[in-house]
């Protein structure tokens, strides 16, 4: 049809996967070359095809005059005809057999009858689109005051003080169809499994090995979760504070100066028994006694029994070995006689001990689940993202570089949610401690969050757990946050060209520091404090928030399964009260203190909460940063993750309990579940 006066070019079209991203509607595009030379008009239709479905991908080819030089722009329109005109445009890129490829990542909603312009990469600061190309600057600007009305945001439940988040979705936060069909698969299955076990159960469990049968069967979707071997070995139950999902608490004695006071353990008898010749005093000074005090948990009542909440300490000895072991557990905070300090066998009955041992586990998860899961990662992660949303433009590279660690996290803090928080609600129906609880503890916390202590040297140098022996979570941890935070700063020091004015000149980076950092209700301890000034302070807070939403969260969630499946090594809740005495006990009388159904429950929450469907942390389910220089850091960082993963590897065959969750093989990009 053209003969040698043309030069043709191939586009490519993809259309996102959000939801409605399809589009009906007519789609020109012009071409701009680097002169400035503008293409007419060419309309992007195949004759007989359904153009611009969800998630596809059209090509189109196109003539243009022959002296038409190397494609730098691209202006995009779309009409309003049709059904279903909206149109979420995620990339194009045009072709040319002698030339390189032109990239436009767009990832956004295209406005109707409107001409949309855009650079190659789409990768620009604010500051230099408002100087070379103001007309482009203005439907910078546009889009920006639209997304202020997409990502309208309150506080959680509407609780003035707790992390802000979307009032209503935005359809490209939506999960991807085949993420949503893994979800709802998992459910259904729990649920029939959940009837044709209460089917084949009386009320009680005869034995904790009658607990197994719930495992069996041809119709059963439940696996036997790992944390059930040696569940009621001294050694499970220290290694569960160290890898297990609330292993985040644990604090060194010598680090703090010593035992808080109300915690008064019998030190000659403990140096006695289980320090291996030391004196109570001698092992404190080489720093092998760590503790957990879960005072935050005091003064609440529990919903399930209407009996004050446990909210115990615990004494840990780190044996020359370096096996960890318990060595006391206070199960209130105020001393009295009806509140003895348990201790292991020889001193204390095995019995005994197990039912401290119990409520103990009882408080660890009930504080987990609302505040080191929920609050610390979703939450916190989904106040950032929100004002991250309101304040940074699709086309900033910094938008580019986080994008990937936000996919569906504020879909799951807003249509996940319900499955902890609603009145019928695992908080209520499985958690001792209730819902309303739940909220309130959250809340409190939330007033004391720093992030700046959530910084990985920070949190193990605050906590004085830096000579902990095998604290799988920090030896793995290390390297990965080193991977992610050289990535970060190497990206920001291209982006910024390695100076702090141009960081300071950004004026949507230091809207967005203000925002998240409000005086009223913002986030505390971001570095700033409400102003980005310096590469170093935001590539800290970036990398940790990148670190939460990958790492923190994977320890935190993906072993819930293997750690909550079975009840006895981490019970939810219990039957009956907590101990005020160290009078004999039952074997018959420790196993009733599970219920049939809480069991049940449990294995169907921790099934769905340890669902992995997301791509693995660097394998991004879309780029959006094709500029040469700045893909390069991207790469390096896959290289980082791979020797992270051989590491990992060589480290759990040399372990005699292997920890998989911070493999780069396990942890994914951002909070999906």
């Known amino acids: 049809m053209f003969g040698g006066g043309h030069k043709k070019f191939r586009v490519k079209v993809t259309t996102g996967k959000a939801k409605g991203a399809g589009t009906n509607a007519t789609i020109n595009i012009k071409l701009i070359d680097h002169e400035g030379s503008v293409s007419e008009s060419h309309v992007l239709d195949k004759w007989l095809h359904n153009d611009f479905e969800y998630g596809k991908i059209d090509s189109y080819t196109i003539y243009v005059e022959k002296n038409f030089g190397q494609c730098e722009h691209i202006i995009l329109h779309r009409d309003e005809v049709g059904l279903n005109d909206s149109w979420y445009v995620e990339h194009v890129t045009v072709e040319h057999e002698t030339e390189a490829d032109a990239h436009f990542p767009l990832s956004r909603w295209l406005p109707a009858n409107t001409e949309m312009q855009f650079k190659k990469f789409d990768s620009q600061l604010p500051q230099v689109v408002k100087k070379e190309h103001p007309e482009v600057y203005q439907q910078r600007q546009n889009e920006l005051d639209q997304k202020k009305k997409d990502f309208a945001y309150a506080p959680i439940a509407n609780k003035e003080g707790m992390p802000r988040t979307v009032t209503s979705l935005p359809p490209e936060e939506t999960f991807h169809r085949n993420y949503i069909f893994d979800l709802l698969e998992t459910k259904f299955t729990g649920v029939i499994s959940q009837y044709l076990k209460k089917m084949r159960y009386e ?9 197994y049968k719930v495992y069996y069967g041809p119709l059963s979707p439940f696996t036997v979760p790992a944390g059930h071997s040696g569940w009621r070995t001294d050694e499970k139950f220290a290694r569960l504070r160290l890898t297990g999902p ?7 004695v010598k680090k703090d100066g010593g035992l808080p ?13 289980f320090m291996e010749g030391q004196s109570f ?6 720093d092998r006694l760590f503790y957990i005090d879960f005072k935050d948990l005091d003064g609440y009542i529990a919903k399930s029994s209407g009996k004050p909440m446990v909210a115990p300490l615990a004494l840990f000895y780190a044996r020359m070995d370096g096996t960890l072991i318990p060595l006391a557990i206070q199960l209130f905070q105020k001393n009295a006689d009806n509140n003895p300090i348990f201790y292991p066998p020889p001193i204390d ?5 197990c039912h ?3 409520w103990f586990g009882v408080a660890d998860s009930n504080y987990h689940e609302p505040v080191t899961h929920l609050l610390q990662t979703h939450l916190v992660a989904g106040d950032f993202i929100t004002c991250f949303h309101h304040m940074i433009s699709p086309s900033h590279p910094v938008y580019k570089l986080m994008l990937p660690h936000f996919i569906y996290l504020l879909n799951i803090n807003t249509d996940g949610m319900p499955v902890l928080t609603a009145e019928d609600g695992a908080f209520n129906k499985i958690l001792t401690f209730g819902l309303d609880n739940c909220y309130d503890l959250m809340y409190k916390k939330y007033q004391t969050f720093k992030l700046s202590d959530a910084y990985l040297s920070t949190d193990l140098s605050n906590r004085g757990v830096e000579n902990l022996p095998n604290y799988h979570y920090m030896e ?4 990965m946050f080193k991977a992610i935070e050289d990535y970060i700063t190497a990206s920001l020091k291209t982006i910024y060209g390695g100076k702090d004015q141009v960081l300071k000149d950004d004026f949507e980076m230091q809207n967005f520091a203000k925002l998240l950092c409000d005086k009223t209700e913002g986030m505390r301890g971001v570095w700033g404090d409400g102003a980005f000034t310096k590469l170093d302070d935001l590539s800290k807070t970036l990398s940790t928030m990148v670190f939460i939403l990958s790492n923190v969260h994977a320890a935190a969630n993906f072993n819930q399964y293997d750690e909550y499946g079975y009840p006895p090594n981490l019970p939810f809740r219990l039957d009956g009260a907590p101990p005020t005495d160290k009078s004999p006990v039952t074997e018959d009388f420790l196993v009733k203190l599970f219920d049939v159904n809480v069991t049940l429950e449990t294995l169907d929450l921790g099934r769905t909460l340890s669902l992995q469907g997301t791509n693995k942390i660097g394998i991004y389910e879309t780029h959006y940063e094709f500029k040469p220089e700045i893909f390069q850091h991207y790469l390096n960082f896959i290289q980082a993750l791979e020797k992270v993963s051989d590491e990992n590897d060589a480290k759990n065959a040399k372990r005699s ?16 579940i």
Request: charged letters at 25%; one cysteine or more; a negative charge.
């Open 657 to 672: 309990y292997p920890y998989i969750w911070l493999s780069p093989k396990i942890v994914p990009n951002s909070i999906s």
């Open 203 to 211: 009320d009680e469990f005869a034995s904790f090995d009658d607990m």
């Open 261 to 273: 006071t109300n915690f008064p353990v019998d030190k000659d008898n403990l140096a006695k028994h």
């Open 281 to 286: 005093q001698q092992a404190q000074d080489a």
């Open 246 to 252: 609330n292993c985040t608490v644990i604090r060194g």
């Open 349 to 353: 009955d095995e019995k005994v001990w």
């Open 476 to 479: 793995d941890v290390k390297p």
């Open 356 to 358: 401290a041992k119990f």
